[in-house]
Nanobody, 117 residues
Framework: QVQLVESGGGLVQPGGSLRLSCAAS????????MGWYRQAPGKARELVAT???????NLADSVKGRFTISRDNAKNTVVLQMNSLKSEDTAVYYC???????????WGQGTQVTVSS
């Protein structure tokens, strides 16, 4: 089992920045993938960014150049740095941990990000 605890959501004005963190605990092995997904009201959940245990990253086109993802393998944490936020970034952001060794996904509880003036 893997448990995820997210932090860092909130309200920010357009053009502002927020930093989301997710800490994983439990039975953690490599290889694995940590990442962030988001779901806006009335829309499907979508990928924002992922990073593998070997630091390979993948970002959605809509956030490239504005968001960065990083991880600390020693602490099993992943950070999503969000800059130049837009109203369309408003959503609930979910942390996901993919345990590749058992082919299972684990999800965090979600954190609200609201971009509004």
């Amino acid at each position: 089992q893997v448990q995820l605890v997210e932090s860092g959501g909130g309200l920010v004005q357009p053009g502002g920045s927020l930093r989301l963190s997710c800490a994983a605990s439990g039975s953690i092995f490599s290889p694995n993938v940590m990442g962030w997904y988001r779901q806006a009201p009335g829309k499907a959940r979508e990928l924002v960014a992922t990073i593998t245990s070997t630091d390979f990253t993948n970002l959605a086109d809509s956030v490239k150049g504005r968001f960065t993802i990083s991880r600390d393998n020693a602490k099993n944490t992943v950070v999503l740095q969000m800059n130049s936020l837009k109203s369309e970034d408003t959503a609930v952001y979910y942390c996901k941990f993919f345990a590749a060794w058992i082919n299972l996904d684990y999800w965090g509880q979600g954190t609200q990000v609201t971009v509004s003036s």
